[in-house]
């Protein structure tokens, strides 16, 4: 039996086919420009879990290699500031050398105070050396410069005179002394009898002499040489000492016990009050052992830590991990803060005259010849005040010379030993970034590999692709060749 194809027919089928060769030639088209091989997960499930893994870790990755590359530049501005910072200190001892030459000093007095100004405005501002918006040596979070000088020319950190500061260490320390020497027991009684059944506290000599209050070491051995007859300066120095917590106001008694364990001296007159007691825990309450180890900054003053002074960290692609005591455990994690602190110094110094002869006779001075010791900053930028200071102070018949020469000199000996923490401080980062390079060097290596994997997963071989679209192109132009021979023309194409 015939069957009449009708015309509506053959538009419909001819319609069916060219759909169906134009979605073939779009699917194709989208692989070649989306590179490919699915474009949803309900294509290929399988693989799709395989691509969102990858597309995480190498998301991952990426964020690893831009903090490192932040960090490194980071690192490189702090390293930048520390060289320039210890350029300065080389050509302060320079010319404060010069300055210990008598005839010199006189002569420069105001551009020797000149030159120290300009150096210390130029050590500040490298102190508040700043990178994205970041305060490359002044701690954590801190969003004002950190470091400023106070009316007395001597550097703070925001707000702590640094001359003052005692680290997590310093603190610990000395709350440690105040718990096991002094604390009493909780049934009111003291820990560790000394000498009449007295609770005291064992320091070395500098302790003693900070304890009588006297500095020269010479008045020390001369005033209580009777009670260790015998004994040399040298031997009291070696010496440790129990120091009663009950003593009389003036701070007299104390048991002196050499290295060998056998009495050096034993000074003891008891009174009723508990000075020391007091001094301790004047010194760091209300600070207690538990809170330092849970609190995030590292430096103290007057009592209380000093903000922003914590060390920050950042993920480096290890797992960070938080101790139970709040704090991130380095390991697992990147130091990003430099210690501008520590390399720029804190705290004070005792430096004794027998320590400065050495460096005036390197300069070719005459001190005054007189004197024990002198109280020295650590912090840079406050010895290049102290030593302005004893410049201004030089009279104008020059009879205080000897004294200023012995400032100088006392302050040039912390200076040249602090100077070689700002060195080491740089050695540190060079140690931070060469890890850095180490570790963009792997990221990146990972990085590719995981480019390539997910190529293998998602991708598609181009020549294939663009061979098959170029397929499916001529096959849609040959359809539509063909349906102007079986399409029937319009009214309109008759009519032309």
Known sequence: ?????????????????????????????????????????????????????????????????????????????????????????????????????????????????????????????????????????????????????????????????????????????????????????????KKYACIGGVPALHVTFDGLKKYLDENDES????????????????????????????CTHDHDGFLGIKSDGTTLADYSVYGNNTSVIEEVQSDYSPLTSSGIETNVENYYYDGAAVKYSGTGYIDDGGTIKVSANGKVEPKGA????????????????DVSYDNIKGIQASAGAQGSGSGNSEKVSNNIYDMMTQMQDAINSLDDKNSNIGEVIDKISAVMYNFQKQTDKVISAQAEIGVRSKFLDTKLDRLETENASLKKMQKDIEGVDDATEITNYMSYQNAWNMVLQFGKNIVPKSLMDYIN
């Open 219 to 246: 008045k020390i051995f001369s005033q209580y040489t009777q009670y260790a007859p015998g004994a040399n300066l040298q031997d009291w120095k070696s010496a440790t000492y129990w120091i009663p917590a009950e």
């Open 1 to 189: 039996m015939a069957v009449r194809i009708t015309n509506g027919t053959t538009n419909r089928t001819y319609l069916k086919n060219l759909n169906g060769s134009q979605k073939a030639m779009n699917k194709a088209m989208e692989r070649v420009e989306s590179g490919r091989d699915f474009q949803r997960v309900s294509e290929n499930v399988t693989q799709a879990t395989r691509a969102i893994n990858v597309r995480s870790r190498i998301y991952r990755n990426e964020q690893m290699t831009a903090n490192v590359n932040t960090m490194a530049e980071q690192l490189t501005m702090a390293e930048s500031a520390l060289k320039q910072m210890n350029d300065i200190c080389s050509s302060v001892q320079s010319e404060m050398f010069k300055a210990l030459n008598t005839p010199t000093l006189q002569a420069g007095k105001e551009t020797f105070s000149a030159f120290l100004d300009g150096a210390k405005d130029e050590f500040m501002r490298l102190a508040n050396t700043k990178y994205n918006d970041k305060y490359v040596l002044g701690g954590l979070g801190i969003d004002v410069e950190p470091f400023k000088a106070n009316a007395d020319g001597e550097m703070e950190f925001n707000g702590a005179k640094l001359s003052e500061v005692k680290d997590r260490n310093q603190i610990m320390q000395g709350i440690s002394l105040y718990d096991d020497y002094l604390a009493p027991t909780s049934n009111n009684e």
């Open 334 to 349: 990147f130091q990003t803060t430099v210690d501008g602190i520590a390399a720029m110094g804190y705290g004070s110094t």
